[in-house]
């Protein structure tokens, strides 16, 4: 078991630019999350997928950002013409599915927009 | 609304001192809590957890019992080193086991 990867770890980009993070959640996990944390902040939950289907997004998923999870195995986040508050590290998480059970979190992907 | 409070930071600390980090939680009904660990630079490690009243979860010297009746699940180490030095984060679970962090206490251990 390798644990949760994210690619790529870090990406510098223009304002106005996509960028899109891979997540490859643990084998078998059917949950898988998407956080955003910023510096010197806790990490806030964006949006959940249990197996491909996306059953929540937060409120700080704006219409510019979009994740999938085609085929119930990895994830892609995507952000659209992006601006310097989208500055930050996205983190990927993975659980089975039993309530109350560990989430296991990726070493993000930090995003930087200059 | 749901939330977590944790004990600000930075926590300075000598090696071999006592640590505890506070943490309450505002929450209904009976969630899980956590205590993840950031180390510079890195993802979140889980630490420990407990799943109902009165659980003590337990790792690597670190200790929290989860207390309903006070609604904290606070951080203890006996005796702290260098190495613990990071961000810990104090989190629980809700709806589809998504967590709920607090802030972050950043410990600080000097020689």
């Known amino acids: 078991d390798t644990g949760v990867s994210q690619n790529p770890r870090h990406k510098i980009t223009k304002r106005g630019q996509n960028v899109t993070f891979r997540c490859d959640p643990i084998?078998?996990?059917?949950?898988l999350y998407w956080y955003r944390q910023t510096l010197g902040q806790g990490p806030e939950f964006l949006t959940y997928f249990q197996n491909e289907a996306q059953l929540e997004k937060s409120r700080l998923l704006s219409d510019r950002f979009s994740a999938e999870r085609p085929k119930g195995s990895f994830s892609t986040l995507e952000i659209q013409r992006t601006e310097q508050g989208d500055s930050a590290m996205y983190l990927c998480a993975s659980s089975p599915d039993i309530a109350g059970n560990t989430i296991y979190f990726g070493e993000g992907s930090w995003l930087t927009v200059v | 609304g749901n939330s977590v409070t944790q004990m600000e930071g930075p926590v300075t600390l000598s090696e071999e001192a006592f640590l505890t980090i506070n943490c309450t939680y505002t929450a209904t009904g009976y969630p899980s809590l956590f205590w993840y660990v950031q180390y510079p630079g890195e993802g979140l490690q889980l630490l420990l957890k407990a799943t109902k009243a009165d659980d003590k979860g337990s790792n690597k010297g670190f200790e929290a019992t989860y207390r309903k009746e006070t609604t904290s699940f606070h951080l203890e180490k006996g005796s702290v080193q260098v190495s613990d030095s990071a961000v810990y984060f104090c989190a629980y679970t809700g709806t589809a086991s998504k967590l709920t962090f607090g802030t972050g206490t950043r410990l600080q251990v000097t020689l």
């Open positions: 084998s078998e996990h059917n949950r």
